[in-house]
């Protein structure tokens, strides 16, 4: 049974530029919340997708944006990238309504901006 | 919004002692978690915790549920050198649908 697939790993991006990252959920899970942890901090919360749908936000700007599909894999899109931006992305799995003692983490997408 | 202090920020102890980390809020939540996070790989939840007041353990791991709903702690006990890594406490509140994450303790520990 895999568990949250997250891709890439890593990537390089430059100032201004837009990067996708991709969430595929752990089997049986059927919403995707995404997280950005930055160096030597614990991971903020970006928002949550449910029926491909936005269900939170939390405190960041419009450049972040997302997407859930019918199988419920998740997209997180970031625009005019900042080198404030460099970070790990975590995504977390869930069902819906089980609250965080449910949540499955990925191994995270390492994003570098230079 | 809601902010999370916790500390120790790190920890450097000999194998075979006992470690006591902890977490407090300036908001009540009504789930505290614990979790282990190790190099290259995502927070893994140790504890979850759902009433104030309460203590549960797990293995070698008891952690508590502050009487006032603003705090947490985490309790190792004879540690072993796989216990290192960065343990997170988060504070989760159903209706908000997020955690919201201290900044972490590194535990080293010294064979």
């Known amino acids: 049974d895999a568990g949250v697939t997250q891709s890439p790993t890593h990537l390089i991006k430059t100032r201004g530029q837009q990067v996708t990252l991709r969430c595929s959920p752990k089997?049986?899970?059927?919403?995707v919340s995404w997280y950005q942890q930055a160096l030597g901090q614990g991971p903020q919360f970006i928002f949550q997708y449910y029926e491909e749908e936005e269900r939170q936000r939390g405190n960041f700007p419009d450049r972040f944006s997302g997407h859930q599909f019918p199988n419920y894999s998740s997209e997180l899109n970031v625009n005019a990238l900042l080198l404030g931006d460099s970070a790990l992305y975590l995504c977390?799995?869930?069902?819906?309504?089980?609250?965080?003692?449910?949540?499955?983490f990925g191994s995270g997408t390492r994003l570098t901006v230079v | 919004g809601q902010q999370l202090n916790q500390s120790p920020q790190s920890m450097f102890i000999q194998e075979g002692e006992d470690v006591s980390m902890n977490c407090t809020s300036s908001?009540?939540?009504?789930?505290w978690l614990w979790y282990k996070q190790e190099p290259g790989e995502g927070p893994v939840l140790l504890i979850a915790l759902y009433k104030a007041g309460e203590l549960t353990s797990n293995g070698r791991l008891t952690a508590q549920f502050g009487i006032t709903r603003k705090d947490s702690f985490l309790n190792i006990s004879a540690s072993i050198p796989s216990d290192v890594g960065i343990y997170f406490c988060?504070?989760?509140?159903?209706?908000?649908?997020?955690?919201?994450f201290g900044d972490g303790t590194t535990l080293t520990v010294k064979p």
């Open positions: 089997s049986g899970h059927d919403t």
């Open positions: 908001s009540i939540f009504n789930t």
């Open positions: 977390a799995s869930s069902y819906y309504g089980q609250g965080a003692q449910g949540y499955t």
């Open positions: 988060a504070g989760h509140n159903t209706n908000a649908g997020k955690s919201t």
